[in-house]
């Protein structure tokens, strides 16, 4: 299918690590932005995909986090899909509005992509890291990868940068 979709506004918080920040802030001020960016009033929206991974390990809030995003800026009566894939929710957010705008389904849908990932407690935090991976495998995974290797520093480290390394010395070994 090719995509005829196109991006009219855009909106953006400050990257950072927004303790003190609420999913609301962090999906719904940007939102805002987009809909003013763009030109268009809220009533023209049809749909809304909303890409988030972590926030509902990160806040406690589940299943519906783009409904509360939007209905705290008084949005909401259109469908609000919430798409969530890891590092690639908000992209596929992206591409599943533009594909549903390119079939004819729509013509001006919302896309909101945020994270809420830190946390005061750290293992909240690495416990959000924790589970984009497969949880049944990660483990034996871990173990036949990185045996006899030292812990060495930074031992309260993502688990992902053990994970990167691996696959970066899978790839060396192998090229």
Request: glycine letters at 12%; hydrophobic letters at 45%.
């Amino acid at each position: 299918m090719r995509l005829n979709a196109v991006v009219a506004g855009v909106g953006m918080t400050p990257f950072g690590k927004h303790l003190d920040k609420s999913i609301k802030w962090l999906g719904g001020q940007p939102a805002l932005e987009a809909i003013r960016d763009a030109g268009i009033h809220p009533d023209e929206i049809e749909a809304a995909y909303v890409g988030n991974c972590a926030a509902g390990i990160v806040t406690g809030q589940e299943s519906i986090r783009g409904q509360v995003v939007l209905s705290s800026i008084g949005l909401g009566k259109f469908p609000i899909i919430n798409i969530e894939n890891a590092c690639g929710s908000g992209s596929t957010a992206l591409n599943q509005a533009a594909m549903m705008i390119s079939a004819g389904y729509y013509d001006v849908v919302l896309v909101v992509g945020f994270e809420k990932l830190f946390h005061e407690n750290r293992a909240i935090t690495f416990s959000a890291f924790g589970g984009a991976i497969d949880v049944e495998a990660r483990d034996a995974f871990m173990a036949t990868n990185t045996a006899g290797q030292s812990e060495g520093s930074g031992t309260k480290r993502s688990m992902f940068a053990d994970f990167y390394g691996v696959l970066a010395r899978e790839y060396m070994a192998s090229h």
